[in-house]
């Protein structure tokens, strides 16, 4: 009797970087905070979570500066925010991956599914932070802010994401950890995994995750398979 084969159903994974591959918020709440109040400008949690976290730098900019605000500037605004990331980071024995990543990481490449990164981040920060975790060469796919016009909320970091892949968005699954980066998900068509790194569960559920967690430690590949397999959005 022949057997018929068996079909290998091939899945991408998507994570945003920062607060889901890299514990970074704190980092980037000094690195603002030390720009803003250069600027006379209070930056607590909220202003951070609200105005900061998940966006492009030129929209964050805009919304504290204004739509008007001089492109020269802006550059220069940018180019100080990161500079001050990008030293502590330099600085820093060691960064921190979010607990659990790489041994999901690891599940994931095992089963052979697809590995992508999609981020906000500018070059120099996507960068330094693989290299400070050893996750050199682990995705396939890498979108930072030069490679897109529109930041989040805006879905197309996740749509460029998936052609990249060269997979429908009925088979992907994004990992997030911010508002603006569910919504940039969301709007995408893809099911979000909600990581707690900077806001509580019931935010991200509210948000419209498909599942919220507070780290990776909480997953395993075979139910987020199954949330792939539902369509869940």
């Not at 507070?214 to 997953?219: G, N, S």
Request: hydrophobic fraction near 40%; charge should be negative.
């Amino acid at each position: 009797m022949i057997q018929q084969a068996v079909k290998f159903m091939e899945y991408g994974f998507i994570f945003d970087m920062d607060g889901v591959v890299i514990d970074s918020n704190p980092n980037h709440k000094i690195a603002w905070s030390k720009f803003l109040k250069g600027k006379g400008i209070p930056c607590d949690d909220q202003f951070f979570d609200e105005v900061l976290s998940g966006r492009t730098g030129p929209t964050s900019l805009k919304i504290i500066f204004g739509e008007d605000l001089p492109e020269t500037l802006l550059e220069e605004y940018l180019a100080e925010v990161d500079e001050n990331y990008q030293n502590i980071l330099l600085e820093s024995e060691e960064a921190r991956p979010i607990a659990g990543l790489y041994e999901f990481l690891d599940s994931i490449r095992r089963n052979g599914h697809r590995l992508a990164l999609a981020t906000s981040a500018p070059p120099l920060n996507i960068t330094l932070g693989l290299e400070k975790l050893n996750l050199e060469g682990v995705f396939e796919v890498i979108l930072g802010k030069v490679d897109v016009v529109h930041g989040k909320p805006h879905p197309e970091v996740y749509l460029t994401a998936v052609q990249r892949l060269g997979l429908p968005r009925e088979k992907c699954i994004v990992f997030e950890d911010s508002k603006a980066g569910i919504q940039s998900a969301r709007s995408a068509g893809i099911p979000v995994v909600g990581i707690a790194s900077g806001h509580t569960r019931e935010e991200l559920l509210h948000e419209g995750v498909a599942l919220a967690v507070e780290d990776f430690r909480e997953l395993d590949l075979k139910q987020v398979c199954s949330l792939i397999k539902n369509g869940r959005i």
